[in-house]
């Protein structure tokens, strides 16, 4: 087969069209390649033992055997260690929570005497006042953490305030920011924790993904797990943040 040179410039475009479509599927097939699995956005995680995760330095926490995945460490320890120069001590309570973790807190808060007579889904409204059903918490990514209380009064003290005040001035600039901030703005979900910092530039990924990948069916194996649908566990609460 020969082609005349006035066929040229056909040729040319048919070539690019070609590129184009190439160009697009290629995209496409990387957008559609998840970072993240099922697992791991579920918390069906050990971070002892998986190589993405990295032990927090007894020094910064509460007890040891506190995971982050490496990225977060790094960019929490350089917060630690900004805050030290302004003579602000930063402690995690908590950082990584597997699913098991969250469903012995989840099932725990579920059995408490005070429930006695309750219908699960107020229940449930209840306890996710402040805790996740297990399966949708931040604490499964290894991106969140919890700093030096787990209490809002504790930010209202000199103390507690310096802290706060730290964390909102110089969190965001290594990618922290407070998600469960006032609802006043209209977010849905959890109550205030101005304890609860998560890394962005991950957490953000995370939750992307979870919202492709994640559906209810998938959130399970926990008491009263029979109501993520009609309480919209993923919309109210998964994505009840503030952005
Ligand atoms: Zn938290």
């Not at 900004?82 to 699913?99: C, G, H, M, Q, Y």
Request: glycine content about 6%; aromatic content about 12%; some cysteine.
């Amino acid at each position: 087969m020969t082609f005349k040179k006035e066929q040229y410039p056909r040729m040319t475009l048919v070539m690019l069209c070609l590129f184009s479509i190439l160009l697009i599927s290629f995209s496409s097939l990387i957008r559609n390649n998840n970072s993240y699995t099922k697992d791991e956005l579920l918390g069906k995680i050990n971070p002892a033992s998986d190589p993405n995760f990295s032990e927090i330095p007894s020094k910064c926490c509460i007890r040891s055997g506190m995971y982050l995945r490496i990225e977060v460490l790094d960019a929490f320890l350089e917060l630690y260690k900004n805050a030290e120069d302004e003579n602000i001590k930063l402690v995690v309570i908590s950082a990584t929570r597997p699913f098991h973790h969250q469903k012995s807190i989840w099932d725990k808060k579920w059995e408490r005497s005070q429930y006695m007579g309750w219908q699960d889904f107020e229940k449930a409204r209840d306890i996710l006042k402040y805790s996740s059903m297990p399966g949708t918490s931040r604490h499964h990514w290894g991106t969140d953490l919890d700093l030096n209380a787990l209490e809002n009064s504790y930010f209202e003290t000199k103390e507690g305030n310096n802290v706060y005040d730290f964390l909102e001035r110089c969190g965001g600039e290594l990618g922290f920011a407070q998600v469960y901030t006032s609802k006043s703005n209209g977010r849905t979900g959890y109550e205030e924790e101005k304890w609860h910092w998560s890394y962005m530039p991950v957490s953000s990924v995370m939750l992307e993904e979870y919202n492709e990948l994640i559906t209810t069916k998938d959130i399970d194996g926990f008491n009263g797990s029979a109501i993520v649908d009609s309480i919209q566990i993923i919309a109210n609460f998964v994505n009840g943040i503030t952005k």
